[in-house]
């Protein structure tokens, strides 16, 4: 399988090709000779801002062993062994700023409810499914101009327009709450960029440079209206979370060794061995 390469991201560009599925994946993959042109298969690969879109065969292997179909801006369509829960799990702990808890930590702090999107504030990846229930389709929001929910259940997005070419990315069976999570989500993404970018320009002096774009995540039409953000700091929240992340190991030595009094006596110990941020 080659990798050819594109002035119009690295996929196939015949109006035909412009939409994709799951159904169409398997009708196109090891029958259509166009196809095979931007094929790769690729073990180590890793998500990242060139993601557009990640479509899961965990249950049915596409071919008898490919896990995930994974469309990419540069390397094209990649064929995969790995499975989409894999890959944002790998993006998540060798990525992600604080790992997935510190998502649910901020989620929690701006009143949302659901888990459909790893976000760094320029980057959001969407799962069609909460990402909880395991092996799911995900979708680059920041690769993404437009949705919109059809008939039967499918949700279809539309990437951005490169070289006046589009390409619409379409699932099944998603939930009619699907336009709402996707508005939930980019507000996380959004109030994310907002929190990282003031503790970088207030705290650490940087000046920081708001980007302009056409995709969802620049579209302030969905950020809808929420409460203040300046009361939150990112110390803050990280030092919440470290001091769950403590309490949690003391319920668990307690239950362990079926001591219900060590939970208590941990809290007391690392409240007593946390260093003061002084210089003495």
Same mark, same amino acid.
């Given at each position: 399988? +080659?990798?050819?390469?594109?002035?119009?991201?690295?996929?196939?560009?015949?109006?035909?090709?412009?939409?994709?599925?799951?159904?169409?994946?398997?009708?196109?993959?090891?029958?259509?000779?166009?196809?095979?042109?931007?094929? &790769? !298969?690729?073990?180590?690969?890793?998500?990242?801002?060139?993601?557009?879109?990640?479509?899961?065969?965990?249950?049915?292997?596409?071919?008898?062993?490919?896990?995930?179909?994974?469309?990419?801006?540069?390397?094209?369509?990649?064929?995969?062994?790995?499975?989409?829960?894999?890959? +944002?799990?790998?993006?998540?702990?060798?990525?992600?700023?604080?790992?997935? !808890?510190?998502?649910?930590?901020?989620?929690?702090?701006?009143?949302?409810?659901?888990?459909?999107? &790893?976000?760094?504030?320029?980057?959001?990846?969407?799962?069609?499914?909460?990402?909880?229930?395991?092996? &799911?389709?995900?979708?680059?929001?920041?690769?993404?101009?437009?949705?919109?929910?059809?008939?039967?259940?499918?949700?279809?997005?539309?990437?951005?327009?490169?070289?006046?070419?589009?390409?619409?990315?379409?699932?099944?069976?998603?939930?009619?709450?699907?336009?709402?999570?996707?508005?939930?989500?980019?507000?996380?993404?959004?109030?994310?960029?907002?929190?990282?970018?003031?503790?970088?320009?207030?705290?650490?002096?940087?000046?920081?440079?708001?980007?302009?774009?056409?995709?969802?995540?620049?579209?302030?039409?969905?950020?809808?209206?929420?409460?203040?953000? !300046?009361?939150?700091?990112?110390?803050?929240?990280?030092?919440?979370?470290?001091?769950?992340?403590?309490?949690?190991?003391?319920?668990?030595?307690?239950?362990?060794?079926?001591?219900?009094? &060590?939970?208590?006596?941990?809290?007391?110990?690392?409240?007593?061995?946390?260093?003061?941020?002084?210089?003495?």
């Amino acid at each position: 399988m +080659l990798k050819k390469e594109s002035d119009i991201w690295n996929l196939p560009s015949g109006h035909k090709y412009r939409f994709w599925s799951q159904k169409l994946l398997r009708q196109r993959i090891g029958i259509d000779q166009e196809i095979d042109k931007y094929l &790769i !298969e690729d073990k180590l690969y890793c998500v990242n801002p060139a993601t557009i879109a990640l479509y899961q065969f965990q249950k049915q292997p596409l071919l008898g062993k490919y896990k995930s179909v994974i469309f990419d801006c540069n390397q094209g369509i990649v064929l995969s062994c790995r499975s989409t829960q894999a890959h +944002l799990t790998s993006f998540a702990q060798n990525c992600l700023f604080a790992g997935l !808890e510190f998502q649910r930590e901020f989620a929690r702090k701006i009143n949302l409810v659901g888990h459909n999107v &790893i976000a760094t504030g320029r980057l959001a990846y969407f799962s069609l499914r909460s990402y909880n229930t395991g092996n &799911i389709d995900w979708i680059a929001l920041h690769n993404m101009a437009s949705f919109e929910s059809l008939r039967n259940n499918v949700t279809a997005f539309e990437s951005l327009t490169t070289n006046s070419f589009s390409y619409i990315f379409t699932y099944d069976n998603c939930s009619r709450h699907i336009p709402r999570k996707v508005s939930d989500s980019l507000f996380f993404n959004h109030a994310l960029y907002l929190l990282g970018t003031l503790h970088l320009k207030s705290n650490l002096g940087w000046r920081v440079k708001r980007s302009v774009g056409d995709s969802l995540i620049d579209q302030s039409s969905y950020f809808h209206p929420h409460q203040s953000l !300046e009361a939150l700091s990112l110390k803050t929240v990280m030092n919440e979370l470290l001091d769950k992340k403590h309490a949690r190991y003391g319920n668990y030595l307690a239950d362990y060794y079926e001591l219900p009094l &060590i939970s208590d006596a941990h809290k007391s110990a690392y409240s007593n061995s946390k260093r003061p941020d002084t210089l003495f």
